[in-house]
């Protein structure tokens, strides 16, 4: 099994480039959502350990959103319940998926977690600092507060670019990243 790590910045398009490889994705942000909408036991503890914030059930992302603005601790602990069922729901998916030729990881937190295996290839998603700030400005629950927050738990982007074995420009027009991945599997299915 190929395993395909996407990394980049905040924004860059790591979902949408993940999508057109056509393989089976893991999106790490996605799994965290369904955590919110389903998890009882996700929810029991995130209440116990934020009180103030997390006080029903489905636990709405903007409550997690406003208990990280408000106190600088609280994303560690947000981490500490929900990183753990992330990496179980990932090892699910490796184990339901190690007949594919090729899964794409999309983990934002790939390289930081140690998630990555030493034969890994990583792409780093390389996208206009502009576009990406005025795609972040459109999301609904932004917040450069927490933005920044989210951006210290990463590594440097350069170190990103540098770990990476591809990079994909996203100039986010449609054709040209369907091009560029067309591209890559090529090369990666060569070298496999």
Same mark, same amino acid.
């Given at each position: 099994?190929?395993?395909?790590?996407?990394?980049?910045?905040?924004?860059?398009?790591?979902?949408?480039?993940?999508?057109?490889?056509?393989?089976?994705?893991?999106?790490?942000?996605?799994?965290?959502?369904?955590?919110?909408?389903?998890?009882?036991?996700?929810?029991?503890?995130?209440?116990?350990?934020?009180?103030?914030?997390?006080?029903?059930?489905?636990? #709405? &992302?903007?409550?997690? +959103?406003?208990?990280?603005?408000?106190?600088? %601790? @609280? *994303?560690? =602990?947000?981490?500490? $319940? /929900?990183?753990?069922?992330?990496?179980?729901?990932?090892?699910?998916?490796?184990?339901?998926?190690?007949? #594919? &030729?090729?899964?794409? +990881?999309?983990?934002?937190?790939?390289?930081? %977690? @140690? *998630?990555? =295996?030493?034969?890994? $290839? /990583?792409?780093?998603?390389?996208?206009?600092?502009?576009?990406?700030?005025?795609?972040?400005?459109?999301?609904?629950?932004?917040?450069?507060?927490?933005?920044?927050?989210?951006?210290?738990?990463? *590594?440097?982007?350069?170190?990103?670019?540098?770990?990476?074995?591809?990079?994909?420009?996203?100039?986010?027009?449609?054709?040209?990243?369907?091009?560029?991945?067309?591209?890559?599997?090529?090369?990666?299915?060569?070298?496999?």
């Amino acid at each position: 099994m190929i395993r395909i790590g996407i990394v980049g910045d905040i924004g860059s398009g790591k979902s949408y480039i993940a999508k057109q490889f056509g393989r089976p994705v893991f999106d790490a942000d996605a799994e965290v959502a369904k955590l919110y909408k389903k998890s009882k036991k996700c929810y029991k503890k995130l209440k116990k350990k934020l009180p103030d914030h997390i006080n029903s059930f489905p636990v #709405k &992302k903007n409550r997690i +959103l406003e208990s990280i603005a408000s106190n600088n %601790n @609280n *994303l560690k =602990k947000i981490i500490k $319940i /929900i990183h753990p069922e992330i990496i179980k729901k990932l090892n699910f998916f490796l184990k339901k998926n190690k007949n #594919k &030729k090729i899964v794409v +990881l999309d983990i934002p937190l790939l390289i930081e %977690n @140690n *998630l990555n =295996k030493k034969n890994d $290839i /990583i792409i780093f998603i390389d996208a206009p600092k502009k576009e990406i700030n005025k795609r972040l400005k459109k999301r609904a629950n932004y917040n450069q507060k927490i933005m920044q927050k989210f951006k210290k738990l990463q *590594l440097n982007i350069k170190f990103k670019k540098k770990k990476a074995n591809f990079i994909i420009k996203n100039n986010f027009k449609i054709n040209s990243a369907k091009k560029n991945v067309k591209k890559l599997i090529k090369k990666i299915l060569l070298n496999a």
